[in-house]
């Protein structure tokens, strides 16, 4: 399967502690971007990066998460000091560079649940 | 930039019945808008997208959308509904450069046997 993956794909925790996850794209694209999604909505953008730089960042994302892009391939997702608020779906999403707007491909979503 | 608004959280229909699914947007120039469908338990996936080319937009599992500037509007409908299509529905505008997405709210579709 050539698609995203992400990893784990349901993850509980207890409040205060740390996690991280995974997002390995598609080979070939130089874009990732990171999505949280709360019960009933809409996805909500977190960061994005180009290769292995991050460009942007929303103002969702306080300085418990941070997010890398090492080697400009996978990525990963951390979330440091747990908050039952933080409980979502984490989405990631890759595509390629353009001029005109391209789909993004997502995977299926890591599940956070922070009791 | 962008922003797009779901009139309706939730459509039910009869099987083998239309579906309209609506959207509105509003941006300061011609956008670029998508069509997103989200299965249960699954990843979401692009049904259609409009990127300023033809108004009338075909996706994937007979699903279409209209571009209308007049109206500011991007419904999605399909003549016959499935029962496969019930799922989530999301509207969804990229932003110009980066293309950060921002989904509108979502319509939950149910299918009435």
């Known amino acids: 399967d050539t698609g995203v993956s992400q990893d784990p794909r349901h993850k509980i925790t207890k409040r205060g502690q740390n996690v991280t996850f995974r997002c390995d794209p598609i080979?070939?694209?130089?874009?990732l971007y990171w999505y949280r999604q709360t019960l009933g909505q809409g996805p909500e953008f977190l960061t994005y990066?180009?290769?292995?730089?991050?460009?942007?960042k929303s103002r969702l994302l306080s300085d418990r998460f941070s997010a890398e892009r090492p080697k400009g391939s996978f990525s990963t997702l951390e979330i440091q000091r747990t908050e039952q608020g933080d409980s979502a779906m984490y989405l990631c999403?890759?595509?390629?560079?353009?001029?005109?707007?391209?789909?993004?491909?997502f995977g299926p979503g890591t599940r956070l649940t922070v009791l | 930039a962008q922003s797009v608004t779901q009139l309706d959280s939730h459509v039910s229909v009869s099987e083998g019945t239309p579906v309209l699914l609506r959207c509105n947007y509003s941006s300061s120039y011609s956008p670029s808008l998508f069509w997103y469908v989200q299965h249960p338990n699954k990843g979401l996936q692009l049904l259609l997208k409009?990127?300023?080319?033809?108004?009338l937009v075909k996706g994937i599992n007979g699903f279409e959308a209209e571009f209308k500037k007049s109206e500011t509007s991007f419904h999605l409908t399909k003549p016959s509904a499935h029962m496969s299509d019930a799922a989530e529905y999301f509207c969804?505008?990229?932003?110009?450069?980066?293309?950060?997405?921002?989904f509108g709210t979502g319509t939950r579709l149910t299918i009435i046997p």
């Open positions: 990066f180009q290769n292995e730089a991050q460009l942007e």
């Open positions: 080979s070939e694209h130089n874009r």
């Open positions: 409009y990127t300023s080319a033809a108004t």
């Open positions: 969804v505008a990229p932003n110009f450069g980066n293309e950060k997405l921002t």
């Open positions: 999403a890759s595509s390629l560079e353009s001029y005109s707007a391209r789909e993004q491909f």
